[in-house]
């Protein structure tokens, strides 16, 4: 940079953050995803690692359409419906971080918890398919719905931004740096309305009857919950396989579904 391209302020800012770019940074290993307040911020250079995190990603279908469409009014009462629900769902199920991104949310959940964030989706799918779309309906033509996808992998964590300055502390965030976020969102994009993608290393954790086959409703004979999907030449995973599932609770066994699930963990 030329002393002639920017105000000297601003090239006192790269000038810095080059300066912490040349510094290797360190790295400590953690078991769970950590409270926010232990999340470093002060040490440029320090990360936290922690291994096997489940991302589960939540968007809304169509919110461009319905941004441009619709009266403000509209718009946020869809969001407040579709990703207040969302954060305290995700809540409910004990998910360790949750954030918002764009027109959705995505929930952090620990290895130990894979069967949790499961039934956090399933519960979120269900309300999206029998409850979000048909209110919208009432009040916009536009084909709204939602996206799901969930991935596991190592993830790095520390807060990037600005100590508190003038009574502010909005200038910071934490950055989960890793897969799980970015490829449950990229799941997500690919799923058609109303369907969970998960990758194949998620799906791993699913060994028990109750989270392969479904429970036999009408007819009384059980199937498959999930179909395969080839990812093979999609450049966006660097995994092989997702799985998908299109249904949601039962209207007579999904609360016994659940709470067996969940007892999984």
Known sequence: MLETQLLPKC??????QIQVFEYSSTITDRNEIPDTNT?????QNHWLRIKDVICVFFDMKNSTKLNANESPRVTADAYNLFTGTAIRLLNEFQSSYIDIRGDGAFGLFNSNQAHRALTAAVTFKTFAEIDFK????????VDV????GID???VLVKKIGLRQT???TDRQNEVWAGKPVN???????LSEDGELLVSDRYFENFTNE???KTCGCPNGIKSDLWSEVDTTDNSWFDFEKAYKLKTHWCEIHGKSFCEQILNLD
């Open 183 to 189: 490829m449950a969102a990229k799941l997500a994009a």
């Open 11 to 16: 090239l006192e800012i790269i000038d810095d």
């Open 145 to 148: 719905g939602t996206h799901i």
């Open 39 to 43: 999340i470093p911020l002060n040490d």
């Open 210 to 212: 109750l989270t392969l």
């Open 166 to 168: 003038e009574g502010r």
């Open 134 to 141: 048909r209110l919208m309906k009432k009040i916009t033509d």
């Open 152 to 154: 596991q992998k190592v």
